[in-house]
């Protein structure tokens, strides 16, 4: 599986902004795609999950009910929109494919090349 991130900029506290993840080369029946994010010096972080089938999905605590992740499938793309952001949403975004854990970056064979969104207070 190849992932393609893009989407990522500039943008004010309190804004939007939505990053989109172009996934290619099998079929993701089976799989699910997350969303992680890593800030200078600090421990990639988990942020949602869905399952590429069913629909369903996961978030982190520090994102719900501002981000929501989604899928369209005629493009076989994953869709992170974020809304209401914080300057410590600042950091490299990743999307990511697997079958294991989802909450857990060993949980994924197959991640894009990042993207970087900077919050600015």
């Known amino acids: 599986v190849q992932l393609q991130a893009s989407g990522g900029g500039l943008v004010q506290a309190g804004g939007s902004l939505r990053l989109s993840c172009a996934a290619s080369?099998?079929?993701?029946?089976?799989?699910?795609m997350g969303w992680f994010r890593q800030a200078p010096g600090k421990e990639r972080e988990f942020l949602a999950v869905?399952?590429?089938?069913?629909?369903?999905?996961y978030y982190a605590d520090s994102v719900k009910g501002r981000f929501t992740i989604s899928v369209d499938n005629a493009k076989n793309t994953v869709l992170l929109q974020m809304n209401s952001q914080k300057v410590e949403d600042t950091a490299v975004y990743y999307c990511?494919?697997?079958?294991?854990?989802?909450?857990?970056?060993?949980?994924?064979?197959?991640w894009g090349q990042g993207t970087l969104v900077t919050v600015s207070s």
């Open positions: 990511t494919c697997g079958t294991g854990p989802p909450a857990l970056a060993a949980g994924y064979a197959y």
């Open positions: 080369g099998r079929t993701l029946a089976g799989y699910h």
């Open positions: 869905i399952w590429w089938s069913a629909g369903r999905t």
